[in-house]
């Protein structure tokens, strides 16, 4: 976040004379209008402590809403102690956007919900509307912390409740806010569901939030919008398997860096970086040229340059992981190692801030990419280390990339652990680790028909063809040894 000197000494002017305020407009004298000025002063805390990063600041805004609350009653002034309610909602929520303990977003939920008691729309359409949005907000960003879905359908029927009347025609600045919210939660949906509609959906809120954030009125927010439409056409890109989504999502990242500059907006600028190089990433991948896989690692170790360790150690650590995929693709495409050897020292930076106890499928994911840059170097290799550790690694990544709780990955796994059990297996000659191997792969094979995707049931067949061929040819090596 920019600070702003000047919008915060202005804000600690009316922290002042609130306070002034208050010591002649006292709750013995005047209740109601101490009332008022206590959520006038929570008001300018709350804006205070956003801007600064102050959680200080923040939980004074708390506390000087929840006293205002204690006069501004329901019954005796009911929109007032609705406004308080959603300040209250407000604070609690950006507080709670900063921590990993869920209460004050729980909070803030059932204080937007009071407000909405008496903001009703017959009676007051646009502030029930906006504490409508905010309520989403908060949903939204609980539903991201956890593993159902149900928080964040709530929030999607929220930011939907809210366009009843937050209507382009009457207030767009704030329909094109709706909009784009509506969008996030959308795209959070849609990453974790199978289909593509969500998605889809996400990329309509998005393209509309940027009819009315138009570069030339909003440019960060449209900068922000494009970030956003670019985040869900990659990932719409890649369920559809579409070249032209994957080439929608590299221009729209590309406009939203004609705005979000490393100079104004650092962070903002290297959340784009690592965007664009995933959707480069995931291009590369399949064209047979490495242009895209150069810029993507160039892009990514741009992003390095502001996430870095200590500043951002986690946003540091999904970049350095990012960094890794792209050089272990084209050290796949490659006859030299260095490629691979740097995408193995990626990852294991990665992990030095990815840890299990921390971030526990970030780990596995970053143990499971690490395992197959060690196969691929362990199969150039003569020797039997690198696919030693490999065999390590993936275990590692099963003890929480596991069947009940992520099958997709754990089949994944799975069948990368079959992969390194069977290349270690013949080259030591082991009928041991090749039917383990064998085993492996056969437990994803069996996830993947009761899941009913029946579009790898010829490529774990062929496979468990060629391990059992691998194991004949071990036992006639042996036998003839004997």
Same mark, same amino acid.
């Given at each position: 976040?920019?600070?702003?000197?000047?919008?915060?000494?202005?804000?600690?002017?009316? &922290?002042?004379?609130?306070?002034?305020?208050?010591?002649? =407009?006292?709750?013995?004298?005047?209740?109601?209008?101490?009332?008022?000025?206590?959520?006038?002063?929570?008001?300018?805390?709350?804006?205070?402590? #956003?801007?600064?990063?102050?959680?200080?600041?923040?939980?004074?805004?708390? $506390?000087?809403?929840?006293?205002?609350?204690?006069?501004?009653?329901?019954?005796?002034?009911?929109?007032?102690? %609705?406004?308080?309610?959603?300040?209250?909602?407000? $604070?609690?929520?950006?507080?709670?956007?900063?921590?990993?303990?869920?209460?004050?977003?729980?909070?803030?939920?059932?204080?937007?919900?009071?407000?909405?008691?008496?903001? $009703?729309?017959?009676?007051?359409?646009?502030?029930?509307?906006?504490?409508?949005?905010?309520?989403?907000?908060?949903?939204?960003?609980?539903? !991201?912390?956890?593993?159902?879905?149900?928080?964040?359908?709530?929030?999607?029927?929220?930011?939907?409740?809210?366009?009843?009347?937050?209507?382009?025609?009457?207030?767009?600045?704030?329909?094109?806010?709706?909009?784009?919210?509506?969008? @996030?939660?959308?795209?959070?949906?849609?990453?974790?569901?199978?289909?593509?509609?969500?998605?889809?959906?996400?990329?309509?809120?998005?393209?509309?939030?940027?009819?009315?954030?138009?570069?030339?009125?909003?440019?960060?927010?449209?900068? %922000?919008?494009?970030?956003?439409?670019?985040?869900?056409?990659? =990932?719409?890109?890649?369920?559809?398997?579409?070249?032209?989504?994957?080439?929608?999502?590299?221009?729209?990242?590309? /406009?939203?860096?004609? !705005?979000?500059?490393?100079?104004?907006?650092?962070?903002?600028?290297?959340?784009?970086?690592?965007?664009?190089?995933? /959707?480069?990433?995931?291009?590369?991948?399949?064209?047979?040229? +490495?242009?895209?896989?150069?810029?993507?690692?160039?892009?990514?170790?741009?992003?390095?340059?502001?996430? $870095?360790?200590?500043?951002?150690?986690?946003?540091?650590?999904? %970049?350095?992981?990012?960094?890794? @995929?792209?050089?272990?693709?084209?050290?796949?495409?490659?006859?030299?190692?260095?490629?691979?050897?740097?995408?193995?020292?990626?990852?294991?930076?990665?992990?030095?801030?990815?840890?299990?106890?921390?971030?526990?499928?970030?780990?596995?994911?970053?143990? @499971?990419?690490?395992?197959?840059?060690?196969? +691929?170097?362990?199969?150039?290799?003569?020797?039997?280390?690198?696919? #030693?550790?490999? &065999?390590?690694?993936?275990?590692?990544?099963? #003890?929480?990339?596991?069947?009940?709780?992520?099958?997709?990955?754990?089949?994944?796994?799975?069948?990368?652990?079959? +992969?390194?059990?069977?290349?270690?297996?013949?080259?030591?000659?082991?009928?041991?680790? &090749? +039917?383990?191997? =064998?085993?492996?792969?056969?437990?994803?094979?069996?996830?993947?028909?009761?899941?009913?995707?029946? =579009?790898?049931?010829?490529?774990? %067949?062929?496979?468990?063809?060629?391990?059992?061929? !691998?194991?004949?040819?071990?036992?006639?090596?042996?036998?003839?040894?004997?």
């Amino acid at each position: 976040m920019i600070r702003n000197p000047v919008g915060t000494a202005r804000l600690e002017e009316v &922290v002042a004379a609130c306070r002034a305020a208050l010591e002649e =407009k006292t709750r013995e004298r005047v209740p109601l209008d101490w009332a008022r000025m206590q959520n006038n002063l929570g008001v300018a805390l709350s804006r205070l402590g #956003e801007h600064r990063g102050d959680v200080a600041r923040l939980e004074e805004a708390i $506390t000087t809403f929840r006293a205002a609350l204690k006069e501004s009653d329901r019954e005796r002034l009911p929109l007032l102690w %609705a406004t308080a309610q959603n300040n209250l909602g407000n $604070t609690l929520r950006t507080l709670g956007g900063r921590e990993s303990d869920p209460a004050h977003l729980k909070e803030a939920i059932a204080a937007y919900r009071a407000a909405l008691e008496e903001w $009703t729309r017959e009676r007051m359409p646009l502030q029930w509307a906006g504490t409508q949005n905010n309520l989403g907000l908060a949903l939204w960003t609980l539903g !991201e912390r956890e593993s159902g879905t149900a928080r964040l359908e709530e929030s999607v029927a929220a930011f939907r409740a809210a366009l009843k009347e937050r209507t382009r025609e009457e207030v767009p600045l704030d329909w094109a806010l709706t909009q784009n919210n509506l969008g @996030n939660a959308l795209l959070t949906l849609g990453r974790r569901e199978s289909g593509t509609a969500r998605l889809g959906e996400a990329v309509v809120a998005y393209r509309s939030a940027l009819e009315e954030w138009t570069r030339e009125r909003v440019p960060l927010r449209w900068a %922000a919008a494009q970030n956003n439409l670019g985040t869900a056409l990659r =990932k719409l890109g890649e369920r559809e398997d579409s070249q032209a989504r994957l080439e929608e999502a590299v221009a729209a990242f590309r /406009a939203a860096l004609k !705005e979000r500059i490393r100079e104004q907006v650092p962070l903002d600028w290297a959340v784009t970086q690592n965007n664009l190089g995933n /959707a480069l990433l995931t291009l590369g991948r399949r064209e047979s040229g +490495t242009a895209r896989l150069e810029e993507a690692v160039t892009v990514f170790r741009a992003a390095l340059t502001e996430w $870095t360790r200590e500043r951002l150690p986690l946003l540091w650590a999904t %970049a350095q992981g990012n960094l890794g @995929n792209a050089l272990r693709t084209l050290g796949e495409r490659e006859s030299g190692p260095e490629r691979l050897v740097k995408a193995v020292a990626a990852y294991r930076a990665a992990l030095e801030e990815q840890t299990r106890e921390r971030v526990p499928l970030e780990w596995a994911r970053t143990q @499971n990419n690490l395992g197959t840059a060690l196969v +691929t170097l362990g199969r150039r290799e003569k020797g039997t280390a690198r696919l #030693e550790e490999a &065999v390590v690694v993936y275990r590692a990544a099963l #003890e929480e990339r596991t069947r009940e709780r992520v099958p997709p990955d754990w089949v994944a796994t799975q069948n990368n652990l079959g +992969t390194a059990l069977l290349i270690l297996g013949v080259r030591v000659r082991s009928r041991d680790l &090749v +039917t383990e191997a =064998k085993h492996a792969v056969q437990l994803a094979w069996e996830c993947l028909r009761s899941e009913d995707i029946s =579009k790898y049931d010829a490529y774990l %067949a062929n496979r468990v063809a060629r391990i059992d061929a !691998e194991l004949s040819k071990l036992g006639s090596a042996i036998d003839a040894g004997n």
